[in-house]
Structures are given as C-alpha cells and as structure tokens.
C-alpha cells in the first residue's frame, strides 16, 4: 500500500463522545499535517509535525489533540466537540516541513458529522 | 495580512482551455503551487513555481509573476475527469507555512 491513508472515511460522533481519526504514510516522508476543510473556505492549516516533533498549533482549541508516535503515524483525538467542528479532516506529509518545491501529499480525509 | 483570491466556479466545454487565475499577498514568498481536488477525494498536487515564467506538464501548464503576485493555471484540451476543484497555495516566507486559496471548482461540460 502507498500513499496516505486515513480511517475512517467517515464519522458520526454526538458533543460528548470522544474519538479519534488516524493517517499514516506510507511515503518515508517526515512532516505530517491536520488539515480542516470547510465548504467555501480555504484549507486550514491545524497542526504540523517534523520529525515526530510539533511545530506548529495553529491556535486550534484543546478539544483536538494531536499525537504523532512516528514519523509514519499521526492520530487527531477529539473531544467534546462542537457542531461547528463538521468538515473534513484531511492528513497531509511532505518530504520535510517548510521545503518550497516539497509536495504535500494528502490522504482522502475524515468527513466528521458533529451531532 | 496574508490572502490568496481566486474565482470560485469557471465553467467551460470539453477540448476547450481555461485560465484559472490566483493573486496573492503575503509577507514574503517563497513558491506558487497548485493542487487539485475531486469531489470526495484527496488534493493532489499538480505543479510549483518559484521562478517567474511559464511551466508546462501535460496538457496543464503554471504561470508565475512575482512583481503582480499573480499567477495562473492553464488546461488545454479539457476533458470531463478535468472538473474538480483547483487550489492555488502559497508558501508565506514569514511563517514558511503552506496557506491554500478557497479553490476553483471548475465544471467541464460536453
């Protein structure tokens, strides 16, 4: 398998659940992304990480907690979330965080239904 | 602040060329790329330019001016699989972080 691969595909949580999203790549790349994508807004930037380390926290609010355990696994938790927080997550990995002419690479995301 | 504006539907025929246009403003600059998205699938990344000019793939083709901070898409002989969504995105040379246009979605028709 290659590529980037994310589970589910789809999820159905109420305000109180907690679950989490997960991506892995399967590219030897070593920056992996959050992305939220809403319809009629650009893709948001949620969380980057670079060598397993977290550079960025795009100032998300602490009901989404990134982990990233290696450089090919990046999980997203959720909780107590909010219906505003429907869209689809997408995961994304580049070669290194910041190279100009490095590609992201995005996985077929999350679509999250906030109940 | 930093923002990148692109028209949000362009319709065109088949064997047709469109020019999907991006400007840009950011602080600092350090590439234009494009991405494309079909309904219900992943962004793929279809081209980058650093330098001014005209880059060609294909029958797809990406234009750079760094003095207009603008830049386009160009497809050629469109086809049906071409209707998606098109995404510019820019590199902000302050931050060094990836910040993405609303998109295109471009409807080709027979």
């Known amino acids: 398998e290659t590529g980037v691969t994310q589970t589910p595909r789809h999820l159905v949580m109420g305000m109180t659940n907690k679950k989490s999203l997960k991506c892995e790549q399967h590219?030897?790349?070593?920056?992996m992304y959050w992305y939220k994508q809403s319809a009629k807004k650009p893709l948001e930037l949620m969380f980057v990480?670079?060598?397993?380390?977290?550079?960025e926290n795009n100032s998300v609010p602490s009901r989404f907690s990134p982990e990233c355990p290696n450089s090919s696994h990046l999980f997203l938790h959720l909780h107590t979330l909010q219906p505003e927080d429907s869209a689809l997550y997408l995961c994304?990995?580049?070669?290194?965080?910041?190279?100009?002419?490095?590609?992201?690479?995005f996985g077929n995301g999350t679509r999250l239904t906030v109940t | 602040g930093q923002s990148l504006e692109q028209p949000s539907e362009v319709t065109a025929v088949e064997g047709a060329i469109v020019q999907i246009n991006c400007t840009y403003q950011?602080?600092?600059?350090?590439?234009l790329s494009w991405y494309q998205q079909h309904d219900g699938g992943a962004p793929t990344f279809l081209s980058y330019?650093?330098?001014?000019g005209l880059e060609e793939t294909g029958r797809f083709s990406s234009f750079l001016s760094r003095s207009d901070s603008y830049g386009y898409l160009l497809l050629q002989e469109l086809q049906m699989k071409d209707s998606a969504s098109y995404f510019c995105?820019?590199?902000?040379?302050?931050?060094?972080?990836?910040?993405f246009g609303t998109g295109t979605l471009l409807a080709v028709q027979p």
């Open positions: 994304a990995s580049s070669q290194e965080e910041g190279q100009g002419d490095s590609p992201l690479h």
């Open positions: 590219l030897g790349h070593n920056a």
């Open positions: 990480y670079n060598f397993k380390e977290q550079t």
């Open positions: 950011t602080s600092g600059f350090y590439g």
């Open positions: 330019n650093a330098l001014d």
């Open positions: 995105a820019v590199r902000d040379g302050a931050t060094n972080k990836l910040i």
